[in-house]
């Protein structure tokens, strides 16, 4: 089975650095998904990760750590409008499913 | 179309009815998922159709629960019977295919709620 972790709740300050972090056990892996979901609409893709290392778009990163079974989304630079709900998810060994972690609501405060 | 799009928005029915949600993914995209999204709680994976393939059904949680794909393109999820527990929202994604990097798509959802 699939085991996908990440903190339920963080708040931040308009203009810092949040990082999310999400921990998973899974059958195999084929990637890692962030998504973002503000409240009451559909999830939109952020990023995507297969190999180590750092993967950056503008005010947003992502991390992989394989050997650790551990990611984290970093968020620059935030703004009110990132107040939302960040999923992390997993590509397992069956290469199609995306299992899904409980999601991070993040509250960016003035 | 340009987007997935998933009817109705909202469905309030009474316990014991059955319902039928329907979603409609982007064109050419030959992979689609159903997902689960209960208040406060992570995405819960209920089907996967790839092309003419055999579905994953493997997530349906009941029965009662079950999905069709008609010529390779919309799809319909019915609920029979219909309990309080199945209140959720419902999401549709589709992609181009159904592996490695390819990015899923999603719905606005269907809202179901049972009273």
């Known amino acids: 089975g699939q085991n996908i972790d990440q903190p339920t709740e963080m708040t931040a300050t308009e203009g810092a650095i949040v990082q999310i972090n999400c921990t998973y056990q899974?059958?195999?892996?084929?990637?890692l998904f962030w998504y973002q979901q503000h409240a009451g609409e559909a999830p939109t893709f952020l990023s995507y990760?297969?190999?180590?290392g750092l993967e950056e778009k503008g005010r947003f990163s992502s991390f992989l750590s394989r050997s650790k079974g551990y990611s984290y989304l970093l968020l620059k630079e935030l703004q009110m409008k990132d107040s939302a709900s960040y999923l992390c998810a997993v590509r397992g060994g069956n290469d199609y499913k995306l299992s899904f972690g409980a999601g991070t609501t993040v509250t960016v405060r003035a | 179309g340009a987007g997935v799009s998933q009817s109705p928005s909202n469905k309030v029915t009474e316990k014991g009815k059955d319902v039928e949600l329907r979603c409609d993914p982007i064109s050419g995209h030959t992979a689609l998922y159903w997902y689960r999204q209960s208040l406060g709680q992570g995405l819960e994976f209920l089907i996967y159709?790839?092309?003419?393939?055999?579905?994953?059904k493997s997530g349906l949680p009941s029965d009662r629960f079950s999905a069709e794909r008609t010529g390779g393109s919309v799809s319909t999820l019915t609920i029979q019977r219909t309990q309080q527990e199945d209140s959720a929202v419902y999401l549709c994604a589709s992609s181009v295919q159904g592996s490695g990097a390819n990015v899923l798509t999603f719905g606005a959802g269907s809202r179901l709620t049972v009273l």
């Open positions: 990760n297969v190999l180590d």
């Open positions: 899974t059958s195999g892996f084929n990637g």
């Open positions: 159709f790839q092309g003419n393939s055999a579905p994953d």
